[in-house]
């Protein structure tokens, strides 16, 4: 495997690791003891008290090109989905929380987190779980005729405190009986979520079937092509690091600000002559929604920035807001967990320890602001943390004992400065929406259809799904193809798919969507106690393999790409004797040459085959030409016979006419 290829294996598997167990406490360096369900405050003092020590090395930096070049790259890779997730909340919340509350709240968690948190590494933002969850329990506030920022206020505080408790009980070790099978779930759910909502809103607005002219249709086939270039950029250039093209370095570049190239490119695109440049609702491209550019530091709803938690509620109000708040920390135990994981796993050969019960503590204070304010809550991120360790690596390239090129981490910059940094550059984002609001709405839809492909590729589930549609003996020989009956393969993906499809179709359809993240956490039992009665533990043990190493990861991987670069053509095809075969004479008046040209006007034509002998040995080596030969020597032995016979005969009557 290339260089190319194992980077991108590399990004591939930090953006879908969720899905591939990575959940264990040996992948993420916690210690193999069980740790008991419940321990008032012991897992915090133990983070603090191992913690403690390095918090004044943490502020000391020893390669300044290395942290700021990680500070702007995770600025770039957090800026961009977050716009997107703006746009969905936009939607969804009918303009209440749109692009200036999303970057706010990113850049204010993130400065508490990078102060205040145990492992800095880990960014703090917006994801794309919390826009599908604050757009499914928005209906809740009419149903209990509530102001909206009012309930949000009260979610906001019981979640925090429900975080807060969590973590000084030990409830965070919760997160070690999560499985892929949960997890490959998760991501599966939130790919075809994304898919969905990018497609929706790409076609939707189209209006197709009316037969009435409308004035804006032709922007909307324009933000529809803006949407699908803006994809087709990004996910060419996620491939980057595959090419032969260019140097590694560029090709490193090119994948990591795909979005970013993206969303430069069709945004100049957007401005071309001949492209109805008018304002949003008036015929012209739909853009960023900004109240005001530049922005004049007010909420994109008309109200003011502290929320009043008494007005325009009631006390059934306050504790109906307990159930969304339930349903942030369901989602956030595992999300952030999952993300703290993997930005510690030890690839990154990180030399400070963890603090996992601490950090989810600090969790549950970024709530507080975010209620005061009304904003949205975020958590770790995934895949933007783990990328963030991974740029502040120092690394080399080795071949391992599979053949497989990968990167080893010598040395990583473990400080706060470059979480700090990407958070205060949220607000020179918020002071630069005039620059945003050039970027029309087409191109974050389309950035959208990105982010649900690279969800999809690279899902475990996903991927036995394709090898349902390929022959089985050029399936790959993966350990889930070796070990299991294929049929017990179909049935426990089906099991998958029937849960990820069940908890989409409530999340978006229901009215009761809001309860999604209890859904998830509902796997967890399903896997523990209902599974093992249908499944056995051998199958099991490679169906949903918690334990594996990312060495077998890598071979499997390894596998599969041997696989997809296998021909298509069965060598039973390429031995089917073409028709002019049957005529040797034909074929032998056929000119076959190797024409090798080393330089201008010097053609060389390879004399060393003799072309009589190959032709020869191909047909006789040919099946169809033998039996064509048996059923020719047949009739010409018949032939023979008979002049024999008949020659006899001749004789026969030369002698008798002689006697």
């Not at 004992?401 to 990968?406: A, I, L, P, Q």
Request: charged content about 20%.
């Amino acid at each position: 495997m290339s260089d190319g290829d194992a980077q991108n294996d590399k990004n591939g598997r930090e953006s879908t690791a969720i899905a591939g167990g990575s959940v264990t406490s040996e992948s993420s360096g916690l210690k193999s003891e069980q740790e008991p369900l419940i321990s008032f405050m012991t897992g915090i003092k133990e983070d603090l008290a191992a913690r403690k020590p390095y918090y004044v090395d943490d502020w000391k930096v020893h390669n300044y090109f290395t942290v700021i070049n990680a500070t702007l790259y995770a600025f770039v890779i957090q800026l961009i989905p977050a716009l997107i997730f703006a746009e969905l909340m936009d939607r969804n919340t009918e303009g209440n929380l749109a692009t200036a509350e999303v970057l706010m709240s990113s850049g204010i968690m993130g400065i508490i987190y990078a102060i205040f948190a145990g492992q800095p590494l880990t960014i703090m933002g917006i994801t794309g779980p919390v826009a599908v969850l604050l757009g499914t329990s928005y209906g809740l506030t009419e149903q209990f005729d509530a102001n909206y920022f009012s309930f949000f206020f009260w979610t906001c505080l019981w979640s925090g405190l429900m975080h807060i408790i969590s973590a000084m009980i030990g409830l965070v070790t919760l997160v070690w009986s999560v499985t892929p099978f949960t997890t490959q779930i998760f991501e599966f759910f939130i790919a075809i979520t994304f898919l969905y909502a990018a497609l929706r809103d790409l076609i939707e607005p189209l209006y197709l079937g009316e037969g009435e002219q409308r004035d804006d249709r032709g922007a909307q086939y324009a933000t529809l092509l803006l949407g699908l270039l803006t994809f087709g950029i990004s996910w060419s250039l996620h491939f980057a690091e595959t090419w032969v093209f260019f140097t590694r370095q560029l090709r490193t570049f090119l994948t990591s600000y795909n979005t970013a190239i993206a969303v430069v490119v069709v945004t100049g695109l957007s401005y071309l002559p001949g492209i109805n440049q008018m304002s949003n609702g008036a015929g012209g491209l739909d853009r960023v929604n900004i109240r005001f550019a530049p922005w004049d530091w007010q909420p994109t709803a008309d109200r003011p920035w502290v929320v009043n938690p008494l007005y325009g509620i009631d006390a059934s109000g306050i504790f109906a807001a307990m159930i969304p708040g339930f349903m942030f920390f369901l989602l956030f135990i595992i999300d952030h967990n999952v993300s703290s994981i993997l930005t510690q796993s030890p690839k990154f050969n990180l030399k400070k320890p963890s603090a996992y019960h601490w950090d989810f503590f600090i969790v549950g204070i970024t709530f507080l602001p975010c209620a005061i304010l009304g904003l949205p809550p975020g958590n770790g991120l995934i895949p933007q943390a783990p990328l963030h360790a991974r740029a502040l690596c120092t690394r080399k390239f080795e071949t391992d004992r599979f053949g497989v090129t990968r990167e080893v981490v010598t040395h990583c910059e473990e400080q706060r400065w470059s979480g700090l940094g990407q958070s205060l550059l949220m607000f020179v984002a918020l002071s630069a929406f005039t620059v945003l609001s050039w970027i029309p709405r087409g191109c974050l839809f389309g950035l959208l259809l990105y982010l649900g492909m690279g969800a999809l590729h690279g899902n475990e589930i996903w991927e036995r799904i394709t090898f349902c549609f390929i022959l089985p003996k050029k399936r790959p020989a993966v350990a889930v193809v070796r070990n299991v009956k294929w049929r017990t393969v179909q049935l426990f993906t089906f099991v998958q798919v029937l849960c990820a499809g069940t908890i989409f179709a409530i999340a978006q359809f229901a009215s009761f969507g809001y309860i999604y993240p209890a859904l998830l956490a509902v796997l967890v039992p399903l896997r523990s106690y209902v599974l093992t009665r249908f499944f056995s533990k051998e199958d099991l043990k490679h169906l949903d393999p918690s334990d594996e190493s990312e060495e077998e990861y890598h071979e499997e991987q390894r596998l599969i790409k041997e696989a997809e670069r296998t021909p298509s053509i069965d060598p039973e095809a390429i031995e089917q004797p073409h028709f002019q075969e049957f005529h040797p004479g034909a074929l032998r008046k056929r000119e076959h040459k190797r024409r090798h040209t080393i330089e201008k006007h010097h053609d060389i034509v390879s004399e060393n085959m003799n072309l009589d002998k190959y032709l020869d040995e191909k047909i006789n080596d040919d099946p169809m030409v033998g039996r064509l030969k048996a059923h020719n020597s047949r009739n010409s032995l018949h032939s023979s016979m008979d002049e024999g016979a008949n020659e006899t005969a001749k004789e026969g009557v030369w002698k008798n006419e002689a006697v």
